[in-house]
């Protein structure tokens, strides 16, 4: 795959499909790997875009808003995430409601924080423990079949789902 | 009682939740959405009617406000009321903030500040020494912020934010009485139910 096979950056996709899903609404506690996305999604006026203080009102932010139809999205890195078993266990889970995050992964493939390597080691274990659909994004040309399919995917089953952004796919040259 | 004004925590009366839940649902006539805490507080939303348009927070400490952001970012003209415990929104600080700075002209947040977390015991929680939730939400940037003096004070506050643009915040001192019922623990039922509650035609078409 040469770079000229895509010359839509990842995370123009990831806007395209959101816009195409009709998920208008965006909640995020930032990441460097986020960067571009979150400014994309500031600058279109299409989404609704808040940065709260943290990650657990990032979730109920979009958890209230889909109770009264409208379609919303978390971004976040791991260690987000990692605030966040409680929130996801004693809301989202019982309440069935499709939250879909979509999580910057930090801690492999060449991390230099101990602490950030040993906080991700705890994402998977959370998520299978709590039956969150997930799957990471390794390769640029899954991204557009992935996030489409995970979305589609949440709200046709009322269930949360994790789109996980690997080094693979935001820091490896395509 | 006028409703600008200026009262400090230490002049606030000491009120009843229960009593002051009811006050605030009778008022309630174009299907506003109310958004209970965990802790007493939904318990005695509960105990209150169990509006359509209610949602119980069964299991997260300090959510209360943030879900109802989002109800009121999703329906804009729907007025949206969370209420919260002192101890439950003492977690979430920093939603005071994210509040004033998304400014919904719809959302009122209530505290019920009974100095103590008094579902699990009544140990008691900082507002019992040194917090005060309102200096704290003002210095948030939630300039609306109001201790309620009294009952009358109380519902001239919740007055003012079903008429006026918000966001505002109600703080009342309440009691150790217990809850008047107890919440029925099913949330998927909960969330089918308030999902009904807030897909009629009244969030969309109010001005
Ligand atoms: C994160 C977390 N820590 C602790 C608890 C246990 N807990 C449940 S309710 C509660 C107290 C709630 O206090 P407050 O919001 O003041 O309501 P009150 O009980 O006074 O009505 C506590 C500590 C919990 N559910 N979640």
Redo the contacts with the bound molecule.
């Keep these: 795959m040469t770079s000229k096979d895509y010359d839509e950056p990842w995370h123009e996709t990831v806007v395209r499909v959101l816009r195409a899903n009709g998920v208008d609404l965006v909640t995020y506690i930032p990441d460097n790997v986020l960067r571009d996305l979150i400014q994309a999604l500031h600058d279109d006026p299409y989404f609704t875009v808040i940065c709260p203080a943290r990650e657990e009102e990032a979730v109920a932010i979009v958890a209230g808003a889909y109770m009264a139809g409208r379609r919303g999205v978390v971004l976040m890195q791991t260690s987000g995430f990692a605030t966040l078993p ?1 929130a996801l266990a ?1 809301m989202i889970v019982p309440f069935q409601i499709p939250l879909v995050m979509v999580i910057s992964e930090r801690g492999v493939l060449g991390e230099f924080q101990l602490g950030q390597a040993i906080v991700c080691r705890t994402m998977r274990p959370v998520l299978e423990t709590l039956g969150i659909e997930h799957r990471a994004i390794e390769e640029r040309s899954h991204v557009e079949f992935v996030v489409n399919g995970m979305i589609q995917q949440a709200f046709a089953t009322q269930s949360p789902a994790a789109i996980i952004l690997s080094p693979l796919l935001t820091k490896r040259q395509h | 009682m006028s409703t600008i004004s200026n009262f400090s925590r230490d002049e606030a009366r000491i009120m009843n ?1 229960s009593d002051l839940t009811r006050r605030l649902v009778a008022k309630l006539k174009s299907e506003e959405a109310v958004v209970g ?5 939904n ?1 005695d939303l509960w105990a209150s009617g169990q509006r359509p348009q209610n949602f119980y927070m069964l ?4 959510l209360a406000a943030p879900i109802a952001l989002g109800v009121a970012v999703a329906q804009p003209h729907r007025k949206v009321f969370a209420l ?8 979430q600080l920093g939603a005071f903030g994210t509040i004033a700075t998304v400014a919904p002209k719809n959302l009122c947040v209530v505290i ?3 100095g ?5 015991g ?2 008691q ?1 900082l507002t019992a020494t040194t917090v005060d939730l309102v200096a704290i939400a003002r210095a948030s940037g939630l300039k609306a912020s109001e201790w309620a003096a009294d009952e009358d004070h109380f519902e001239a506050l919740v007055d003012a934010a079903l008429s006026e643009d918000g966001p505002q915040l109600i703080a009342a001192r309440v009691d150790h009485h217990k ?1 008047a019922g107890t919440t029925d623990r099913d949330p998927g039922k909960i969330r089918l139910n308030f999902m009904r509650g807030l897909s009629g035609a009244d969030g969309k078409e109010r001005t």
């Design positions: 409680n004693s | 939740r805490g965990i802790g007493h507080t318990w299991g997260s400490m300090g919260e415990g002192d101890g439950s929104i003492l977690m019920w500040d009974n103590a977390y008094h579902i699990t009544a140990q929680t809850p």
